[in-house]
């Protein structure tokens, strides 16, 4: 059974700093790109990040470059997030997805197994 289960979220102060870990399981993550994405209430899901399947490119969206970064290890088949001086505005479901080919992007359209998403939650 092909499943990805996210961990790593909670809550967390202004500043300060989690690290989201997707683990995938029935599958092997090395052929597949993988992304991030958040949804926060009433609004539409969006990409935050991702990894090309040879892991040798990565994409993040703007509201995130230089505070995110993600990252892989395959002997344990799983996908990282970490997220650093994190704000308010980050508040939201972050769920991992993996899509065919190797390339990635940040539309969550484009990918086929999704996570159960964990909630980050950004306030003093």
């Known amino acids: 059974q092909v499943q990805l289960v996210e961990s790593g979220g909670g809550l967390v102060q202004p500043g300060g700093s989690l690290r989201l870990s997707c683990a995938a399981s029935g599958f092997t993550l090395d052929y597949y790109a993988i992304g991030w994405f958040r949804q926060a209430p009433g609004k539409e899901r969006e990409g935050v990040s991702c990894i090309s399947s040879n892991r040798g490119s990565t994409y993040y969206a703007d509201f995130v470059k230089g505070r995110f970064t993600i990252s892989t290890d395959n002997a344990k088949n799983t996908v990282y997030l970490q997220m650093n001086s994190l704000n308010p505005e980050d508040t939201a479901v972050y769920y991992c997805?993996?899509?065919?080919?190797?390339?990635?992007?940040?539309?969550?359209?484009?990918?086929?197994?999704w996570g159960q998403g964990t909630q980050v939650t950004v306030s003093s």
């Open positions: 997805a993996a899509m065919g080919g190797w390339l990635c992007v940040l539309s969550p359209t484009s990918y086929d197994y």
